[in-house]
């Protein structure tokens, strides 16, 4: 295991250590626990670059799909 230092801001700070309090973990153990989720996550995704993008363009639900290139890199006509 290695050892590593981190800043935090204070409502990061305040939020670890409630959650870490009302878990009976250490604020460090919580840290390790939201990395794995995120290793997880993207294990089950695979290494799909291209799913990095989803969500990316937000626009009105019965157009977003349609006109995802004018979302995505602006109206070019």
Known sequence: MHRTQIQLEERQYRY???KARRSGKSIS???RE??????????KRGNDSLLEIVGMAEGP???TARRHDDYLYGNKG
Request: no cysteine; net charge negative.
């Open 16 to 18: 670890l250590k409630a």
């Open 29 to 31: 153990a919580l840290l």
């Open 34 to 43: 939201l990395v794995d989720d995120q290793i997880r996550e993207q294990d």
């Open 61 to 63: 639900a019965d157009s």
